[in-house]
């Protein structure tokens, strides 16, 4: 009986090795399908200014500014649903508000907001062939947005815009995506005109 039960163990233990194991697999991500870059104009009547968008993109009207009304009718966000991505674009007249001013705060809202989480932050300032002059901000980090700007004439028009995802802010995985939209954007401001 001490062999059988000896042997019964033993044939038991060289069954068990013959079953197939699993290799811990590295980490990846989603695929994510980009569409082709094709544009479209955003030239509504009554807006000052005038601009290219992607055509995978909608442009809605911004009705509430943190739950109350924006300052005027020109505030607006380009969405990009494929993505969960928003850019919020706000308008201000300088007649109405002091030039400075608005440069301070597209600047602090650029650092302030964003400096305890961002690695750096780089404003490039820029002008396009419509001689329109801004400060684009790329910070990097696993900040709420990577890609801000804003564009001024210095006399009349200030547009400020930001990047947002509905996500929880990771460099590594919205690495992608930032650089596909930061495309998009950089056409925006190229074609950008003040009407």
Known sequence: MKYF???LCLLICIISCNTNYTINKKRGFFKIDF????YQLFNQAGFPYSFEYPVYANVVKDSTFF???PENDWWI???FPQFNARVFVSYKEIGKNNFDSLVSDAFTMSYKQHTYKAS???PMPFRTLNNIDGIYFSLTGNTATANQFFLTDSIKHFLRGALYFDATPNEDSLSVVNDFLKKDLQHLINTMQWK
């Open 120 to 122: 750096s932050i780089e």
């Open 35 to 38: 569409p082709p870059k094709k």
């Open 77 to 79: 966000n380009i969405d």
């Open 67 to 69: 739950e109350s009304k």
């Open 5 to 7: 039960l000896l042997v």
